[in-house]
């Protein structure tokens, strides 16, 4: 039965957020709020975890999930970027940006796309993540919060809590979010980055205009 913390946006409380981080080290699952959209979190180095977030998603292996990072430094101990894609992730970090990008040896394999063996990553700019990362201490392994036969991301804090009570540990209810996926860009394909899904994030802010 998931568990509904309600937790001050600006200023969460941090009992609240020890005991979320208690469920997701145990290997719980948990729906998250975020600066584009309410997500499913899991551990990173937990396989059963990580097959229950790909269950409770509706997704398979070819689908890409996200490691959220607390800042760039972090980011990069989880993939290969050079000076050119750095310049574009200072632009974008943090904020609702979401870069597929080949991933280190620190990446579980079969976390990774499976022939590609890239990763999403993304540093978010919404005060409870960043708590929570920081308080758990390593990346986030994340999916936007659609469940199997939505199209849209869910919302509302207490919805989620009633629809998915039987699959998730927790749910962290800072209010509503945007209600809108993350922009999307592919920087592993070449020199130039690769326009996925067109979600919150403005290109403009990155000085882009793809097609």
Known sequence: MAQLFEVH??????????Q??????AGGLGAIPTDSSYAF??????????????????????????????????????AMVDNRQYRLLKLATPGPYTFIL??????????????????GLRVPDHRVTQDLLALFGEPLLSTTLIPP????????AAQVCDRL???LQFVLDAGACPAQPTTVLDLSQGDEPVLVR???????RLGLQLD
């Open 9 to 18: 946006p600006d200023n969460p409380q941090p009992r609240f957020l020890r």
């Open 20 to 25: 979320a981080a208690q469920m997701l080290q």
């Open 41 to 78: 979190v899991c551990r990173l180095d937990d396989k059963a975890a990580a097959e229950a977030l790909r269950r409770v998603r509706g997704v398979d292996e070819k689908h890409h999930l996200t490691l959220l990072c607390r800042d760039l430094s972090e980011l990069a101990n989880y």
């Open 102 to 119: 080949p991933a280190t040896k620190e990446v579980p394999r079969r976390l990774s796309h499976p022939s590609r063996r890239t990763i």
């Open 149 to 156: 036969g939505d199209s849209e991301p869910m919302n509302d």
């Open 165 to 167: 009570d039987r699959q």
């Open 198 to 204: 067109q979600g919150r994030g403005e290109l403009a």
